[in-house]
C-alpha cells in the first residue's frame, strides 16, 4: 500500500499559534526572611507587553 500523507503534508497542517511564551519568576519574601522563587509559563500577544505583566 502506498503512503497517503508525507510529511511535507504533516507538517503543513499544523497550526502555527500566535503569541509569545515567557517565563515569568516571582521573588516572595517569607516570614523567615528568606526569599522563594515562584516560577510559571504566561501567554502573550506581543512580545512588547512584558512589561505590562504584574
Do not use: C, H, W
Amino acid at each position: 500500500m502506498a503512503k497517503q500523507q508525507s510529511f511535507a503534508d504533516k507538517a503543513k497542517a499544523k497550526k502555527k499559534e500566535s503569541g509569545v511564551t515567557v517565563k515569568l519568576i516571582k521573588t516572595v519574601k517569607t516570614d523567615k526572611g528568606t526569599y522563594k522563587f515562584n516560577e510559571r509559563f504566561v501567554k502573550l500577544d506581543d512580545i512588547s507587553k512584558v512589561s505590562e505583566i504584574k
